[in-house]
């Protein structure tokens, strides 16, 4: 039986998670959030996480995917900085 966090290995020995860089995170998280934008057939795609969301709304529009429901108050323009750091505290 294998636990989670563990993967099996060759003679059925459990070996530890390989260890991800953080390029290959950030690739992951972007291809799943990616994933989850085009299930819901949004025209919106990431291509550099960590700056595709400093300003809220992709990030809005990745939740209301995943959680399959409207975020109320979401500010589709935000036009300053206040506006965007309050958009990423839903």
Do not use: C
Not at 25 to 37: G, R, S, V
Not at 40 to 47: A, E, F, L, T, Y
Request: cysteine-free; proline content about 7%.
């Amino acid at each position: 039986m294998m636990t989670q966090g563990t993967t099996q290995g060759s003679g059925g020995h459990l070996r530890p998670p390989r260890k991800y860089t953080p390029s290959e995170t950030t690739q992951i998280y972007t291809d799943w959030a990616n994933h989850y934008l085009e299930k819901v057939k949004s025209k919106r795609r990431i291509q550099d996480l960590p700056n595709d969301v400093t300003d809220g709304v992709i990030l809005a529009d990745v939740i209301e995917a995943v959680a399959n429901q409207k975020l109320p108050d979401v500010n589709r323009k935000p036009k300053n900085a206040s506006q965007m750091v309050s958009q990423t505290f839903f």
